[in-house]
Nanobody
Framework: QVQLVESGGGLVQPGGSLTLSCQAS????????MGWFRQSPGKQRELVAR???????DHEDSVKGRFSISRDNAKNTLYLQMNNLKPEDTAVYYC?????????????????WGQGTQVTVSS
């Protein structure tokens, strides 16, 4: 099982950019599918971007064209480049391993959640 530490959040004005990083420790990172979730107050944690070990990726519709997920398997690191940020992107962002059950991607029960990194978009 990998341990995950997110970083890179902060306060940014609307239209600004941030790059989040997720450092993984432990074995197996290159073969894991990985994702970025976010959670804002009063809302459920939602998956916004995912990438397989082989590099296939997808993004949730509300962030398509603005966010870009990537990974560096040699560095055991997952990234989320966020451009043209909007106030509704304000949330705590978490990285996670992912499993696919044939119909949906999800955080494996019992797997590690990092502490998250706060992103605040405000003027």
């Amino acid at each position: 099982q990998v341990q995950l530490v997110e970083s890179g959040g902060g306060l940014v004005q609307p239209g600004g950019s941030l790059t989040l990083s997720c450092q993984a420790s432990g074995s197996g990172f290159p073969i894991y599918s990985m994702g970025w979730f976010r959670q804002s107050p009063g809302k459920q944690r939602e998956l916004v971007a995912r990438i397989t070990g082989g590099g296939d990726f997808d993004h949730e519709d509300s962030v398509k064209g603005r966010f870009s997920i990537s990974r560096d398997n040699a560095k055991n690191t997952l990234y989320l480049q966020m451009n043209n940020l909007k106030p509704e992107d304000t949330a705590v962002y978490y990285c996670s391993t992912l499993h696919f059950d044939g119909s949906r991607w999800f955080h494996p029960p019992g797997d590690h959640w990092g502490q998250g990194t706060q992103v605040t978009v405000s003027s």
